[in-house]
């Protein structure tokens, strides 16, 4: 008997496919960040030119706007120019005094820094009196907690008495203590003033004999013009200056300054030696050994012949060192 052939169905028209749900957008800000950039916005939306540059600055987690910045380290490269050693600006100074005016920005405020050990030298091998190949971590880059009264003195010192609750106890017998945070933000602003009155233009835009002249002026001109001493600090805006710039230079980088350890080296500094020292306990000898880079008792290797000469900079730092030794009547 014959198959019978049933006839193939056609298919029927294709079922409409469901549409696909649609992507989700992708998200460029995670939340924190987000808000963050709309307080930005908003900030600028409601602040003129210069607020805008400040809640900028802010955003990116720094104090001066890019221009206060740039003005700052052109008048840390005044108290120490360039030669043939770097200047202030590239040993930097200014980054230090931004990071220490924004201690508070961080969960252990960036004042003390910790130790005992920095990572610069490794731990003796004292089985033969040798440096060993092992370093300690950089203890120098944990910061130490302050405890509150050193919090709320420091805090007095940053943002100012009057904004500190607990700090204004002095107050009323000596006057306010203004915070370096205000200091540099209106001082750095006079200075641009200054330079574009002598000059026409921005301090950090002159040339660096120009740049003297609005920093004599300013530190020792007439009465009108020159910064003014603070009340309850003493001394003017350009003691802080120096002090902050030389502090920047020449303290432990961890501090934000002191750039590649280049500021040491300018003056022949070995900064912090610990915990190889320089003579090292040898076991086997019971005795000392000293490190043939450092003896103690011989001049150093590249010194045979004499010491090795400093830079006008360098040794104009150390006079001061000397004269302020002298001051205090030590030897």
Known sequence: MPKLKLPRALPGPAEPLAPEPPSPPTLLLGRRQFLKGLG??????????????????????????????????????????????????????????????????????????????????????????????????????????LTRVQEIRWRAELFGSAKVPGADFNDALLGPLTGLRTIYRQSLRKVDQTARAMHGKAFARLEPKQQDAVFALLDSGPASVRFAADPRRGGTFIDLLIQHTLEGCFAPPEYGGNHRLRGWTMLDLEGDDQPLGYSIFSRAKDGYNERPDHPMSTPNPDEVSGPRPISAAANSVQDTIIAFTRIFGTD
Do not use: W
Request: hydrophobic share 40%; net charge positive; with cysteine.
């Open 40 to 145: 930005v916005v908003l900030a600028a939306l409601a602040a003129p030119a210069t607020g805008v540059r400040r809640a900028y600055a802010a955003a990116r987690g720094r104090f001066f706007t890019g221009h206060e910045f740039a003005t700052l380290s052109a008048l840390c490269d005044r108290v120490i120019p360039p030669d043939r050693d770097p200047g202030a600006r590239a040993l930097g100074a200014a980054r230090y005094i931004e990071r220490m005016l924004t201690a508070f920005d961080h969960r252990v405020p960036l004042v003390f820094a910790g130790g005992p050990f920095s990572n610069r030298n490794p731990f003796p091998d004292n089985d033969d009196g040798t440096p060993s190949r092992q370093r300690p971590k950089n203890a120098f880059r944990h910061f130490i907690p």
